[in-house]
């Protein structure tokens, strides 16, 4: 046994908080999930910076945000040759720190079976590309079945995507990671600390709850969605269109309150499978004794707008796309807290690190979920735009020319733009996104500084034929 802690992070893909019970969803049971809350941190202001999945955990993986990665979506992937920049992944951190590191369920790495720095994969990939072939795919066809596009499934189309997952239990997405990780955390050598991350496909769309499931929760019991606003609108052509692409091919350019409520149904169903699933890993740590010294982080790479301006999925930066859930909780002195200042998924990590007892790095992105800070603002870059938010306002700016300022106090479900009424709001936070947009440029194209170690002077640099070294080694600073 080791005096350092373990750290497992549970990391469920497109989950909502509003929609745990620990975030004060009565409608929906997560008992589960709960109890990390009432033994943790629950962050009640985390923040996705690009609410996105790839980019969101090409962020989550570096601690760098997308503008410094130039992961802007989910087309995209960090660079090959990262570690000659000396940008290092978390796990790539913590292995060599002598932690067992493993990655188990859905990392959307690209390549999809790529390690990044963990030392073991057991891999279950997007519920939408059902082309994937990893340890998921293997597992289904070994037992004479195999992954189906939401089109395949009973209601799909006539539901705009809510559906029913007939496959048996144990084959379920999510139930299927937990029981790999819960044998992973069985079987695995004691002698180091382990780093593991466990990432489920859902309950991302489609949304698929085996039948059963839905039974367990009253469909009038779903929260009404926030209305379209002005803002808002000037992305319902785009995001119509993205839908009827072949990974989705839904047709949402009416979304009706009827519709709204089913998928909200079904996405609360999946919502109760993954707590049942939540607690088998648990239960894996309570079964070898190991639970008293792990820390547990529970988490999310983005929401989802179910129903809310008329949209589903994420992309844009309103509130339901970029709020995730996040719990921390130290099983060496649980305690129950709730942090109201704002945190983004960058602050993981270098709270992994602290927590492995690493040292800090020079980063102009540094912050710990043990230390944050109520004035802080969290700057989000994507391919459709940039927002600053802090505490109580949001300012954000799009590709296609919207612009828009949210009093998130006086205005929660981000109806009115008050962008003209607030003019020196608009240029705090104006200036904060061009600060830290400079910051990431300088960071993301320091690969082709040139390296100048002897000064001015007589030296190689100024002979002919000088091998001039590429990439730069630049780090985090």
Not at 262 to 271: D, F, G, P, Q, S
Not at 290 to 297: C, R
Not at 449 to 470: E, L, Q, S, T
Request: glycine share 8%; hydrophobic share 40%; net charge negative.
């Amino acid at each position: 046994m080791t005096d350092r802690p373990n750290i497992l992070f549970l990391m469920p893909d497109q989950l909502r908080p509003d929609f745990l019970g620990c975030y004060g969803a009565g409608f929906i049971k997560t008992p589960n999930i709960d109890a990390l809350a009432a033994q943790g941190t629950r962050y009640a202001q985390a923040i996705s910076p690009v609410p996105l999945c790839v980019p969101a955990r090409a962020s989550m993986l570096t601690g760098l945000p997308a503008h410094a990665t130039g992961v802007f979506d989910n087309t995209a992937w960090l660079r090959p040759d990262r570690r000659d920049m000396g940008i290092e992944s978390w796990p790539e951190r913590l292995s060599a720190a002598g932690y067992q590191t493993a990655a188990i369920g859905k990392m959307h790495f690209y390549p999809r079976d790529i390690f990044e720095g963990f030392q073991d994969r057991i891999i279950s990939e997007d519920k939408r590309h059902v082309f994937i072939e990893d340890d998921y795919d293997a597992a289904l066809k070994e037992t004479g079945f195999r992954k189906l596009h939401g089109t395949e499934q009973p209601g799909y189309v006539d539901q705009q995507g809510a559906s029913i997952n007939e496959l048996p239990a144990h084959l379920q997405p999510d139930r299927w990671v937990a029981d790999q990780a819960a044998h992973y955390l069985r079987a695995r050598d004691r002698s180091q600390p382990f780093a593991a991350m466990v990432g489920f496909p859902g309950p991302h769309c489609p949304y698929d709850p085996m039948v059963e499931a839905l039974a367990e929760i009253d469909p009038d019991d779903m929260p009404d969605p926030l209305p379209p606003s002005p803002e808002s609108k000037t992305h319902h052509e785009g995001f119509v269109e993205a839908y009827k692409a072949p990974w989705a091919q839904v047709d949402y350019a009416t979304l009706s309150s009827e519709a709204i409520r089913r998928i909200r149904h079904h996405y609360a169903a999946l919502v109760e499978q993954l707590d049942h699933d939540v607690g088998t890993v648990i239960q894996a740590l309570k079964d070898t004794n190991e639970l008293k010294n792990t820390i547990v982080v529970f988490g999310s790479d983005h929401g989802d707008y179910l129903g809310d301006f008329g949209f589903v999925g994420k992309s844009w930066f309103h509130e339901p796309s970029i709020r995730v859930p996040l719990i921390v909780c130290d099983f060496r002195a649980p305690a129950a807290r709730v942090c109201d200042d704002p945190v983004s998924l960058i602050d993981l990590y270098h709270s992994f690190g602290a927590w492995a007892g690493l040292p800090p790095l020079d980063t102009n992105w540094a912050m710990t979920l043990d230390a944050p800070h109520p004035d802080r603002c969290i700057i989000g870059v994507s391919a459709l735009g940039v927002m600053a938010r802090d505490r109580r306002w949001k300012l954000v700016r799009y590709d296609n020319g919207t612009e828009a300022l949210f009093d998130l106090t006086a205005d929660p479900g981000e109806q009115q733009n008050v962008l003209d009424a607030n003019p020196k709001v608009r240029a705090r936070l104006d200036a904060a996104i061009v600060r830290d947009l400079i910051a990431g440029q300088r960071h993301g194209h320091a690969d082709k500084i040139v390296p100048r170690k002897a000064g001015f002077g007589p030296n190689a640099f100024h002979r002919r034929n000088w091998p001039r070294p590429y990439p730069s080694r630049i780090g985090h600073t």
